[in-house]
């Protein structure tokens, strides 16, 4: 159901669409909301990319093809506003820093521990970047990517870290250590 919801949530705010552009929008976004905006996409393409390494690596996990599809939304939802003021979209430059993130999963038991810590990593960065930008469609899409990763992407990784982590038969399993609080990757 998690699931359903969070693909939902992602269409309709991708289908939400953007306003058409006057002669001087691009002049109305100023330094720091251009960085701002710059960052949050690139962070949106540092999760989708890690989270296709990593679904790669375990396909059992099936929450990260569900949030994937999240990020793949909103990456649309941001270069909309990127269009909507008449800027080129930069490229993805985050797929080194995926491909490191990824490699510290070491097996199914610590792959959701580590994207809950990207997503919170995720929601950390969004709050300094709010902090950053004057404009108010940056401003609204850097609080939804915010909202998401704290709402319905690090709740779908949970459920399915606690789905994953409960017994399915009466046999005694050892303990499962969860990665230290320490982040297992540089912050943004």
């Not at 490229?91 to 070491?106: L, N």
Request: include cysteine; charged fraction near 10%; glycine fraction near 2%.
């Amino acid at each position: 159901m998690i699931r359903i919801t969070a693909t939902l949530l992602c269409l309709v705010l991708c289908l939400a669409g953007a306003s058409i552009p006057t002669a001087s929008a691009a002049s109305r976004l100023t330094t720091a909301s251009s960085t701002a905006l710059t960052s949050c996409l690139q962070q949106e393409y540092l999760m989708r990319d890690t989270y296709q390494n990593i679904f790669a690596q375990y396909p059992t996990l099936t929450a990260f093809g569900t949030v994937m599809t999240g990020d793949v939304a909103m990456i649309t939802t941001v270069k909309k506003v990127f269009a909507q003021y008449r800027i080129t979209v930069p490229t993805d430059a985050e797929v080194s820093a995926a491909k490191t993130i990824a490699a510290t999963v070491t097996s199914i038991t610590n792959a959701d521990a580590v994207a809950i810590s990207l997503e919170q990593s995720t929601a950390t960065l969004m709050t300094q970047l709010s902090r950053t930008t004057d404009n108010r469609d940056v401003a609204n899409v850097v609080t939804l990517v915010k909202t998401t990763s704290l709402g319905s992407h690090t709740g779908t990784f949970a459920a399915e870290q606690t789905s994953a982590s409960t017994p399915t038969t009466s046999t005694p399993t050892t303990p499962v250590v969860l990665a230290s609080s320490t982040r297992p990757f540089p912050a943004p």
